[in-house]
C-alpha cells in the first residue's frame, strides 16, 4: 500500500514537472527572457521545493509536535486530530478526483471553467461539483471510525492526502533530500528508542497506539488487518514513513523523466525496490521484536538514500543530482540556431 501510494505519486508529481518543462522550453523558444520566466514560473508555480533550513526546522517541529500530544494525550485531543485529519483528507481526495477526472473528455469543459467564490477565490466547476462528496465520506467515516471496516476509509483519506502532499511538496536535490531524510532517520531513532531515558515510555509508540486517550490513535497513519494474526489486530504505517522517503523517490522520477531515461538507465526503478526492502526489512525487524516497535525510517532511510547516492557516484551523475537537481539542457537559442544552419 505504502510502496503503490509513492508510484502513483511519484508519476503525477513527473508528468507535472515535466509538462512544465516544455511549456518552459517553448516560452525561450519564442523570446522570453530566461530570468524574467524564471522569476514569473517561480511566483506562479504551484510547487513548494524545501530547503535544507526548512528540512531541519521540519523535523525540529515535528519533535515539539510530538511531545505535545504525549504530553496532552486525551480522548478531546483525538479528536481535534480527527477533525485536522478530515480537514486535510477531504482537499487531498478532492485534489486526486478532480486531477483523475480531468482525464475524461466529458469532464474536460468543467475541469477548465471557472467561478469566483468569496475567500477561495477562483475554483473550477469540477472541484465545485466533486466537494460535497468528499467532505460526506470524511464525515462519515469519523462518525463511524470505531466500525470494524472503518480502516478502508481512513486508508483512502490517508493516501489521497500523502498523493497531494507529494504532488506539492518537492526535494529540488540531492543535498536537501539528503538532509532531510538524515534528521528523520535521527528524529525516528530518538523517539522510538532513546526517548524511553527521559519519558521512561517510547513517545512515538505510546502517541501512535494512542495510549490514555480511550480511541485507537491518532488517525495519521495507514493500517490493514492481519490476516494470519490470531490475535487481530492491525499493520501499521505512519504518514512520514511515506511522505519522506517518498519526496526522494519522487525527485528521482522527475530527473529521469527531464532526462529522457529509460527505466532501467535510470534512479526510479532502484530507488522504488530500495524502498520496498527498507519496508520489508522493517517488518522482518518488528516480528523477530516479537511485536515491540521499530522505527521504520531507521531501515528505509539507508536503502533509499543509500542506493541513490551509491548509484550516482558511479555513474557520475552525483555532483550533478547533489547541486542542481535537474539535468543539464542547452538553451533553445542555441539549438534554434544551429538547425537554422
Not at 9 to 16: F, G, L, P, T, V
Not at 208 to 231: H, N, T, V
Not at 273 to 286: D, M, N, R, S, W
Amino acid at each position: 500500500m505504502a510502496v503503490g501510494t509513492i508510484l502513483f505519486a511519484s508519476y503525477w508529481s513527473a508528468w507535472s514537472a515535466r509538462e512544465v518543462a516544455i511549456e518552459h522550453e517553448k516560452l525561450l523558444k519564442d523570446g522570453f527572457d530566461e530570468r524574467h520566466l524564471s522569476n514569473e514560473t517561480s511566483s506562479n508555480s504551484s510547487f513548494v521545493d524545501i530547503n535544507t533550513t526548512s528540512a531541519i526546522l521540519f523535523v525540529v517541529i515535528a519533535s515539539c509536535f510530538l511531545v505535545m500530544l504525549y504530553k496532552f494525550m486525551s480522548y478531546w485531543f483525538i479528536e481535534i486530530l480527527v477533525v485536522l485529519f478530515c480537514i486535510g483528507g477531504v482537499e487531498g481526495l478532492q485534489t486526486c478526483l478532480v486531477a483523475l477526472l480531468s482525464c475524461f473528455r466529458w469532464c474536460e469543459d468543467a475541469a477548465e471553467s471557472f467561478v469566483k467564490i468569496p475567500v477561495l477565490g477562483e475554483v473550477s466547476y469540477l472541484t465545485i461539483a466533486v466537494s460535497p462528496f468528499c467532505i460526506v465520506f470524511a464525515v462519515l467515516w469519523a462518525v463511524y471510525r470505531t466500525v470494524s471496516f472503518a480502516w478502508i476509509g481512513q486508508d483512502i483519506l490517508g493516501i489521497a492526502l500523502i498523493i497531494t502532499v507529494l504532488q506539492i511538496v518537492r526535494v529540488p536535490n540531492l543535498k536537501v533530500g539528503t538532509v532531510l531524510l538524515s534528521c528523520a532517520f535521527l528524529y525516528d531513532i530518538f523517539w522510538v528508542f532513546v526517548s524511553k531515558w527521559w519519558f521512561h515510555k517510547s513517545v512515538m509508540i505510546v502517541v501512535a497506539r494512542g495510549d490514555g486517550s480511550g480511541e485507537d490513535g491518532i488517525p495519521m497513519l495507514l493500517k490493514i488487518p492481519r490476516m494470519f494474526d490470531p490475535w487481530g489486530g492491525y499493520s501499521i504505517i505512519g504518514f512520514g514513513d511515506i511522505i519522506l522517503p517518498g519526496l526522494i523517490v519522487a525527485f528521482s522520477l522527475r530527473y529521469d523523466f527531464l532526462c529522457k531515461r529509460s527505466v532501467r538507465s535510470g534512479y526510479f526503478l532502484w530507488a522504488m525496490i530500495a524502498y520496498g526492502l527498507g519496508l520489508l526489512v522493517t517488518y522482518v525487524a518488528l516480528n523477530l521484536m516479537d511485536g515491540h516497535g521499530q522505527p521504520a525510517l531507521l531501515y528505509i532511510v539507508p536503502f533509499t538514500l543509500g542506493t541513490l547516492i551509491t548509484l550516482a557516484n558511479t555513474r557520475g551523475d552525483l555532483k550533478q543530482l547533489w547541486h542542481r537537481g535537474l539535468p543539464r539542457t542547452p538553451c533553445p537559442h542555441v539549438r534554434l540556431q544551429q538547425d537554422q544552419q
